[in-house]
C-alpha cells in the first residue's frame, strides 16, 4: 500500500536498529514511554522490539481511548440502550467492555439494539433514515477522535435532527500525562508522543513534559519505522544533553495543530470539573461534556443515565498497566482470568490496550529461537 | 524473559491446550464468527454431546465408510448478508462452500441437497436467480443436486433467503490427510490470494464510503486438490479450507492438532493491493479475513516443489505460494516473521469484525 509500505520497509528498519544500537550508552537501562495505544499496537504487530537493544524498554502509556473508560460509565452507556426506542451506535471495542452486569454485545444478545459503527457520522445517517428510533453515539477517545463527533453534532444541529444525541466520554490527552508524570513510582527517560493527537492539538501542548518535568518527548508517527526513527531521536537528545519537543511525524502533525478543528471542538464541548478513568481515579478538567448550546443533544440530559461510580474489580490492575507501572504479564489475572475471550480489564479489551496486544501478538519468549 | 513473564505465558499455554469450555450465558455473534467463541461452541458443546469419533476429528469433512467405500459427508448453511455481492450470490457460495468441505477431506463431490429457508415476501425473480446460480455451480463443480426442502417463515423472521446443503464425496484412493500429522520442516502453502471474499462482503454491504473492485473468490477447489493429489499425493499432509476466520484460524487450529509451532513469513502471503488496501483502512489482518476458493496446504518439504507447481497450473489457483514452515517449538503456536523483520504471534481471532460473511 502506497504511503504505507515506504514505513514499514524492513532495510530502512535495520539502518535504523544499527544507529540506535549506536546511540545507546552501553550498560544504561531507559524506559521510552509510548503514549498512545496506536503505538503499542503497532510495536507488538510488527515486532519492533525485535529491533531494539535489550536495554531500550518501551513502556506502554494511558493513551486507548477504550482502555480508559470506568466501568461506571460502561453501565450508563447499557442503560441507554435498553431504554425503548433506542439504539445505541458505538465503535467495535466499546461492545465487548465488561461494565458491573455484562457487556453491551451481552446486552445486544438480550434484545437492546446496539449497532457498531465506524464513525458518528454513521451512526447520525442511522438517525436520520430511522426518525421514529432515538439514536445514541458512545462517544469516545481522546482529541483525535473529538473534532469527528463535533463536527457530527454540529451537522445534527443544522439539519435540524431531534432523534440524534451523543453519549460523551471524550477525554484529553495532557491531564492524564501530568498525573503519571507526578506519580512517584514510575520512572520514565523520554515519550514517544503521541501522533494523532498532535495532529489535532499540536505538539505546543507537550511543551510542559520537558520544561516542567525535564524529559524529552517526540511526536511519532505509527508505522514500525516512524516508532524506531523517535526511539533514535529521543536517545539523541539523552546523549546530547538536549530535552525539548521534537516532531517526528512532520508529515502530518503540524506544530499549532488543527486550528478549525479545536475551535469546532471548542463551540460544541466544555471540560468537565472532573473525569473518572478507568484505574487512575479521577482526574481535574481530564473529560468533555457537551457544551450549553449542544445540551439539547446531551444524551446524559435525555435520558436517566444511573451515574454510578463502580470500583474496578478487585484483581485488575488496568490502572498499573495504563501509567506504566507494570508489564502486562506482571497483573495478577493476566492470560488466566483475564484473557481476550473473557476479559476483566479494558487492556485486555481493545486493540490498543498494552494486555491485548501483548496477548496476541507478543506472547512468546522472544529470545528463543523458534526451532 | 523473567521467570514471572515464562511462567505466565507457560500458564496461558496450559490452558490454551485444553478443549475450550462453553461457559457463555446467550448466544452471540461472535459465536458465529469462526474465532475462540465458535470454537468453544463446538468444541465445549456439540462435540462433547455427540460422542462420535468421525465428529471428534473436526475435519471440514467427515470420513464415512459405508460397505466398504470411503466416503466423505458435510453440512453447511449459509446466511451471507448481501444474499449477492460482487463475484457472486448465496447459491453460488451454497454450493462452492459445501463442494470445497468435501475436497478438504480429499473427496471428490457426489451429489448435494438443497435446503431452501425462504421468508415471506421474497420477490420470485430474486428466487428465481439464486436457483440458477445453484445450477450453475453444481455444473461447473460436477456435482448432482438430488434431494431438497423448503420452509417459508413470516416476514422479519429470516432475512431474504437461507440455503443449507449437505453433500456427499467419495475419498479418493490418492489421499491420506490428516489434520494430525504435521511434522517438522513440513511445507505451508495456500492456493492464492487471501481475504478477498471477506472484504468483497463488507463493501458491498455499502457500510463504508470505500470504492474498490473487489470480488469474491467463491470457486470449486476440487480442480485444485485433484492436480495436488496427482503431482503431490503422497506428501499432502493436510488441506484445510480457509473460510471464517481465515488463514490464521486454519493454522492454529493445525498447529493445536499436531501438537507444532508454525512460522509464517508475512511477506510471502500473497494478498490483493485493494484488499491489502481496504485491510488497512479498516485495521484488519487480510490472514483474518474470510475466503471461499483459498485453502491451506500442508505438504512434506519433499514435495513442496511439485504441489506448488501443481497448484499454479489450475485456474484460480495461480497465484499460490508457499507462507511458511512447520517447527517444533512453541509448541501450538503461529508465529509471523513479519515484512518488518519482527517476529509476533498470529492467534486465531476473539471478536467479531464480520457477521454473517458466508
Known sequence: VKYVDEFRDAALGRTLAAEILGAVEPGRHLKIMEVCGGHTHSIYKYGVDDLLPTNVELVHGPGCPVCVIPMGRVDDGIAIAREPGVILTCFGDMMRVPGSDGTLLEAKAEGADVRMVYSPLDALRIAKSEPDREVVFFAIGFETTAPSTALTLKRAKAEGITNFSCFCNHVTIVPPLRALLDSPDLRLDGFIGPGHVSTVVGARPLEFIPADYGKPVVVSGFEPVDILQSVLMILRQLGEGRCEVENQYKRVVPYEGNLRALEIMAEVFALRPHFEWRGLGFISHSGLRLSDAYADLDAERRFAVPGVRVADPKACQCGEVLKGVIKPYECKVFGSACTPERPIGTCMVSSEGACAAYYNYGRFAREREVV | VSTREAKVLGIIETARSKRPKFRDERITMAHGAGGKATSSLIEGLLVPAFASPALDALGDAAAVTVAGAPLALTTDSFVVKPIRFPGGSIGELAVNGTVNDLAMGGARPVALTLSLILEEGLPADVLREEVEAVARAAATAEVAIVAGDTKVVERGHADQMYVCTTGLGHVDGRAALSPGTLRPGDRLLVSGPVGAHGTAIMLARGEFELDATIVSDTRSLWPAVDALLEHAGAGLRCLRDATRGGVASVLNELARASGVAMLVKESEVPVDPA????????????????????????????????????????????????????????????????????????????????????
Do not use: K, Y
Request: hydrophobic share 50%.
Open chain 2, 275 to 358: 484488499v491489502a488496501g481496504a485491510a488497512e483502512l479498516l485495521g484488519i489482518d487480510p490472514m483474518h479475513v474470510a475466503n471461499e476458493g483459498v485453502f491451506v496446504v500442508a505438504v512434506a518439504p519433499e514435495c513442496a516443489g511439485a504441489a506448488l507447481a501443481a497448484l499454479r497450473e489450475v485456474a484460480g489457483a495461480e497465484r499460490a505460494a508457499e507462507i511458511g514452515e512447520v517447527h517444533t517449538s512453541p509448541t501450538g503456536m503461529v508465529l509471523v516473521e513479519t515484512a518488518f523483520g519482527g517476529r509476533r504471534v498470529m492467534d486465531q481471532l476473539v471478536g467479531d469484525p464480520l457477521p454473517r460473511i458466508c
